[in-house]
């Protein structure tokens, strides 16, 4: 993959990562320094399932999918990243493979820094590896609970769960969808049929508005509930 030297506005970037967002401007400073900005056209692969995990990824702009294949080609998405997410941290720190595959869904630059700058970084600064620990451990009881809310329902609670989740992200009930209807499905387990049909009773029953890829949430009482299986979608 090209690798270019980072510009000054990496630094900028690295300070809005949720993973980092403790750090102070010198640590921040030490983590530019040592990493690397990655180039990747749109439908490059940036690793495969099985491959050692030996750095850390984070999105600086663009959009990278999360997802596992099968051998009969069937691809389920497991996450579909924005501006600012680390990927791949669990199983560097773990010392394991990626379990699953990265790729970029449109032009894309990301942050890779490989573990062994990381460990020695964290070695010497041990403010640094206290604040990295409490971000991944508050970055991975939100993952917990999203897959819970995005696995265990039928498709119109998982879709109920998403749409909340990204307000609250967004911090808006107003929000442009961050993927492909398509791509959506995938990561909901669901087919694009179902999708839609479940968008689109939603709509009809008053509950959301869409105009092209903007949701509005008009019901959020209703929402919760039938994302927490409370109701039913008539």
């Known amino acids: 993959m ?3 030297k980072q510009t000054s506005s990496t630094g900028t970037l690295l300070s809005m990562v949720p993973l980092f967002s403790k750090l102070s401007p010198a640590q921040l400073e030490t983590i530019e320094q040592n990493s690397a900005v990655i180039k990747a056209d749109k439908g490059q692969v940036l690793f495969l399932e099985g491959a050692e995990a030996k750095g850390l990824y984070i999105l ?11 051998s009969e080609g069937k691809e389920q998405i497991l996450h579909m990243l924005g501006p600012g997410e680390p990927f791949a941290e669990v199983p560097m720190f773990q010392g394991g493979v990626f ?9 894309s630059t990301v942050l890779y820094t490989e573990k062994a700058v990381l460990m020695r970084l964290m070695e010497r600064d041990a403010g640094l590896a206290m604040a990295m620990l409490a971000a ?7 993952m ?9 329902r039928e498709v119109p609670a998982r879709l109920a769960a998403y749409l909340l989740l990204q307000a609250e992200e967004k911090r808006s009930d107003t929000y442009v969808l961050d993927m492909s209807k398509g791509h959506l499905a995938a990561f909901l387990g669901a087919t694009r049929e179902a999708l839609s049909r479940a968008l689109a009773r939603l709509e009809d029953s008053g509950w959301i508005s869409m105009d092209n890829r903007t949701i509005t949430i008009l019901d959020r009482g209703r929402l919760e509930a039938l994302s927490e299986g409370d109701l039913k979608l008539k």
Do not use: Y
């Not at 379990?99 to 032009?107: E, T």
């Not at 991944?136 to 939100?142: A, D, G, K, V, W």
């Not at 917990?144 to 265990?152: D, F, N």
């Open 144 to 152: 917990a609970t999203m897959i819970g809310q995005l696995t265990l």
């Open 60 to 70: 600086l702009q663009g959009q990278v999918k999360i997802f596992k294949a099968s």
């Open 136 to 142: 991944l451990s508050q970055r991975l009881r939100q």
């Open 99 to 107: 379990p699953a595959n990265a790729m970029a869904v449109q032009p």
């Open 2 to 4: 090209p690798m270019k």
